[in-house]
């Protein structure tokens, strides 16, 4: 099941960085990361709703939230710096650079794994 998922999120992944550079043409970087990320934060809510998993909010520890914490910052740094390279650069180029993400994830996992 995970290599099905992990192709939606591939086919969904482009056609997101399509739809970001062509978003992209007349607005502020910041402001079109600001309002994907609200609409995105809906989603997520109406996802939770759905398949109740509010419910489990209380099973969540601390090492959860620190963790929760850190991926937030470098999802917001992440797409911060994506959302600026997309406004100024070719889309293929940008997605060819972000995939270097799976090279360098390759290397910490050796390196302290």
Not at 23 to 52: D, H, Q
């Amino acid at each position: 099941m995970w290599v099905i998922f992990g192709l939606l999120s591939a086919l969904f992944s482009a056609l997101m960085s399509i739809s970001i550079k062509t978003g992209l043409k007349e607005m502020n970087p910041i402001l079109s990361l600001f309002t994907r990320t609200f609409i995105v934060t809906i989603f997520c809510f109406i996802a939770c709703l759905i398949n109740k998993s509010y419910k489990d909010m209380s099973k969540v520890v601390m090492v959860n939230w620190k963790g929760i914490l850190l991926t937030s910052v470098f999802t917001f740094l992440t797409w911060l710096f994506y959302f600026f390279a997309m406004k100024t650069g070719s889309a293929h180029k940008v997605m060819a650079l972000d995939k270097l993400s799976i090279i360098i994830t390759i290397i910490y996992m050796v390196l302290f794994s």
